[in-house]
């Protein structure tokens, strides 16, 4: 029984972590695909980061999004490269 239930909470962790990539997946596609050309992750991550509050946040992607990378993402699209920096590294 009690190997039944590790098992059981071991597959329920896999789930989450797949769940948790599947909820990126598209915010972090758009990222590699238009905003590695500049600057790197470490730039989201240094001591000194430009970016402290969400908002700071949405305001900052919006325009690299729209200025330096010339991406044209839909709202959507935006919010989820959003989610997936906070989620990864802001954490606001
Ligand atoms: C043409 C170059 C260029 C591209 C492409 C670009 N950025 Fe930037 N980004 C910059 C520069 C320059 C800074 C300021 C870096 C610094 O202060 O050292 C910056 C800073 C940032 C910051 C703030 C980092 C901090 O200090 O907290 C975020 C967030 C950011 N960019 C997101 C994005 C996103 C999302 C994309 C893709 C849509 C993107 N960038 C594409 C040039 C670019």
Same mark, same amino acid.
């Given at each position: ?24 997946? %598209? $915010?972090?596609?758009?990222? *590699?695909?238009?905003? @590695? ?28 999004? %729209? $200025?330096?990378?010339?991406? *044209?993402?839909?709202? @959507? ?16």
């Amino acid at each position: 029984m009690k190997k039944i239930l590790l098992l059981l909470a071991l597959i329920s962790l896999n789930t989450g972590a797949y769940a948790a990539d599947a909820k990126h997946h %598209k $915010g972090k596609d758009l990222h *590699e695909n238009k905003c @590695t050309s500049c600057h790197q992750d470490n730039v989201y991550s240094r001591n000194d980061r430009m970016v402290k509050t969400m908002s700071a946040l949405e305001h900052q992607v919006n325009n690299c999004m %729209k $200025g330096a990378a010339k991406a *044209e993402w839909t709202q @959507t699209e935006t919010a989820s490269v959003i989610e997936f920096l906070n989620d990864r590294y802001y954490k606001f």
